[in-house]
């Protein structure tokens, strides 16, 4: 007999909130219906089911968006399939219509750096607040100052004193003694877009439901 390899997915069927999936209908023909509070099994593809299985459990709606990239439109399509296969009426309403473009916008917003070294200046996008949206860098200045030499190699640290005091890399003592050499030094000015998700698009009923924990997963 081969051996099982891949996940589980389990709920309990008091747990699923929208358009609640006939399990007879789906399961395996040969499978019976199972005694009242016994499980069925149901032979899926777990990296798309799960989606389902979370849309049934908190009625909201799936996304799958990068802010480089833009929607998954693959990832939608097959998700498609899925919800017409499950006869989850409004999950395909909601995807065929391409409802998840009105629930997910872009908000630009300014935002001024300042990077201290070739470390800092070739990961810029670590610098970034939040770091969830595309970065356009607007104007650049560059200089050659003497700065801070951050201990133990913390490059994220260079230039930054008060960081390195903060964060206890640092003591006030070490601060009188500490090293400085001269970098290159880069003033940055640049457009963040972040991605920013319509909460009430994608919830399926707009009642204020409590959400279940996630469902139990196995390996």
Not at 71 to 89: G, M
Not at 201 to 217: A, D, G
Request: glycine fraction near 6%; aromatic fraction near 8%; charge should be positive.
């Amino acid at each position: 007999m081969g051996k099982y390899v891949g996940r589980i997915l389990a709920s309990a069927q008091d747990g699923l909130k929208a358009d609640c999936l006939d399990w007879q209908g789906i399961a395996s023909p040969k499978q019976s219906a199972p005694p009242r509070g016994r499980p069925y099994y149901v032979d899926v593809v777990p990296s798309l089911f799960e989606h389902i299985l979370r849309y049934l459990r908190t009625s909201l709606y799936p996304i799958s968006h990068d802010a480089q990239t833009g929607h998954d439109e693959v990832f939608y399509h097959h998700l498609l399939n899925q919800a017409h296969f499950y006869q989850i009426d409004k999950l395909e309403t909601w995807l065929r219509g391409k409802e998840y473009h009105n629930a997910v916008r872009q908000a630009p917003c300014h935002i001024s750096l300042t990077l201290y070294g070739r470390d800092q200046i070739e990961h810029l996008h670590e610098f970034v607040p939040g770091r969830n949206g595309s970065v356009n860098i607007v104007s650049g200045e560059h200089s050659q100052k003497e700065c801070h030499l951050r201990p133990n190699k913390e490059w994220r640290h260079d230039g930054r004193k008060t960081d390195c005091l903060n964060s206890g890399c640092l003591t006030v003592k070490q601060s009188r003694f500490s090293h400085s050499k001269m970098m290159e030094v880069v003033k940055v000015e640049c457009i963040v877009t972040r991605v920013v998700l319509d909460e009430k698009r994608l919830m399926r009923s707009q009642q204020n439901e409590v959400l279940p924990p996630p469902y139990h997963e196995t390996s």
